[in-house]
């Protein structure tokens, strides 16, 4: 082999489209929130290698087709910049809302506590800040995708297991369309599955190490409210028809709300505390919910939030535990490769989970083209490529891992001197280039939203791999 186009690209999914900390919906009580999937991370990946020129790339995807499920979900100059680079972004941005202000409130009052505005996204970033349907994003992923003639989709195939991580990776999967298992080789294995990653399991395993998962002692409900159900109400009109996007903040809880589908539907997230998943003894990460039980969870907050809550069908209430893991002693062995929830999954707090996920796999693209000719067969060249992945990337994911949970920490404050110094600088809106919710911090969005994780690999690579043993 002499051309780095011809290595096969093997990408591991996992289920239905639908993440674990990002906003999704789809009420019942099967656990289908199972993390990145061949869902931003996958499709991310196997567009990025397609673009870069690879011919062969195979996504190995657990359900039958790539039916997008999901609620709101929020699109940040940094992922923009991505997704035009992939050539998909025009598609998305047709039903995108480009998000002009926040507004955080006091969630028992409606009372605002600061109002930041966001009018120039575009022109200090080159790339707008846009909210939309989970099923917008997938789709203009998905359809980039399939105007690729590399990229092979492989339904109802689950990864049973790694039989070997390299030279040359080889996997052991399950079609529900034959028999028996059967086994794959490829040059380089990606695996995009989630935040219950098997790949990860194995790896680690294998290696004598382990993934520890950090309880985060929180839940969250998923709502999607319709112009139809709103329309009665002026105050809950103003919200879906403005560009902005609402927190309303309480002790140990907060819900986020904004406008998606060309302003059609309302997108609300919660965060609260965790009851119903943490005397559970396995890992199930999504409930049945009750009504009653989600006004009891938000009694405390003003009546514009219980109007809201009221319109959710009774059945219709689904409740997601929030998971993360503490931060992995590596995400490579052999030529394998771990990306997205996999290995660095967060709180939604920062609204960067999808995108992390797609940075990873333009990341890699860029990484992998990048192996000498001389140097395909090589497998030390190939491991300590995708080390210079992990390398640039861990750094720059764990700080906003961290800066998430911090968010969600400070947004919760109960009385006390620490929520009064808190509602201080919300009172400042921005003005000092600090605000307690990071999201809306502009020194937070400056250094997410400035960074271009393609140019920095097009920046570093020779240097970091060189400083590799």
């Known amino acids: 082999m002499t051309d780095f186009r011809d290595l096969r690209i093997a990408i591991i999914g996992a289920g239905k489209l639908t993440r674990a900390n990002d906003v999704s919906t789809s009420p019942g009580t099967e656990d289908t929130d199972v993390g990145d999937h061949a869902g931003m991370g996958g499709l991310g990946t196997a567009l990025a290698f397609a673009k870069k020129g690879f ?48 507004s955080i409130r006091q969630g028992s009052t409606d009372e605002e506590l600061a109002h930041v505005s966001m009018p120039d996204m575009r022109e200090k970033y080159g790339f707008p800040h846009c909210t939309g349907h989970r099923s917008s994003l997938a789709g203009g992923l998905y359809n980039g995708c399939l105007k690729e003639p590399a990229i092979k989709f492989n339904f109802v195939t689950s990864l049973v297991k790694v039989l070997s991580w390299g030279p040359k990776p ?38 004598g190490l382990t993934s520890e998962e950090e309880d985060t002692g929180q839940a969250a409900y998923r709502i999607m409210l319709h112009r139809d159900q709103m329309k009665g109400d002026p105050e809950m009109l103003a919200l879906l028809d403005c560009d902005t996007v609402v927190r309303w903040i309480g002790e140990r809880r907060h ?75 590596t995400w490579v062995h052999g030529s394998a490769a771990l990306l997205g929830d996999a290995c660095h999954a967060t709180l939604p707090h ?103 994780c393609v140019k920095e690999v097009i920046e570093k690579f020779d240097e970091v791999f060189a400083s590799i043993a």
């Open 55 to 102: 011919k062969n790339i195979n996504v190995y995807e657990t359900a039958s087709n790539l039916g997008f499920v999901g609620a709101g979900i929020q699109m940040p100059p940094n992922v923009v910049r991505i997704l035009d680079h992939l050539g998909c972004w025009e598609e998305i941005e047709k039903e995108a809302t480009d998000v002009k202000e926040t």
């Open 170 to 207: 080889r996997i052991l999967l399950k079609s529900r369309a034959q028999d028996e298992p059967f086994e794959v080789e490829a040059d380089i294995l990606l695996a995009s599955d989630g935040i219950k990653s098997v790949t990860r399991t194995q790896m680690l395993s294998e290696l």
């Open 255 to 329: 819900i986020i709300a904004y406008p998606v589908s060309g302003h059609t539907i309302y997108n609300l997230s919660t965060a609260h505390p965790d009851t119903n998943f943490a005397g559970a003894t396995n890992a199930t990460y999504t409930t049945r919910g009750e009504k009653k039980a989600m006004f009891e969870v938000f009694g405390t907050f003003c009546p514009l939030v219980h109007r809201m809550l009221d319109l959710v069908p009774e059945g219709e209430v689904c409740e997601w535990k929030l998971r993360i893991h503490k931060t992995l002693p």
């Open 350 to 452: 920062l609204s960067q989970g999808a995108a992390m996920a797609i940075e990873d796999g333009a990341v890699l693209a860029e990484c992998v083209s990048r192996i000498p000719a001389n140097k395909l067969n090589n497998p030390e060249t190939v491991t300590k490529t995708l080390k210079v992945f992990e390398m640039l990337r861990k750094p720059y994911t764990s700080t906003l891992v961290d800066l998430a949970s911090h968010s969600g920490r400070v947004l919760h404050l109960g009385e006390g001197k620490a929520k009064e110094e808190r509602d201080r600088l919300f009172r400042d809106n921005g003005k000092s280039g600090v605000v307690p919710d990071k999201w809306a911090s502009p020194d937070v969005q400056k250094m997410i939203y400035s960074h271009d």
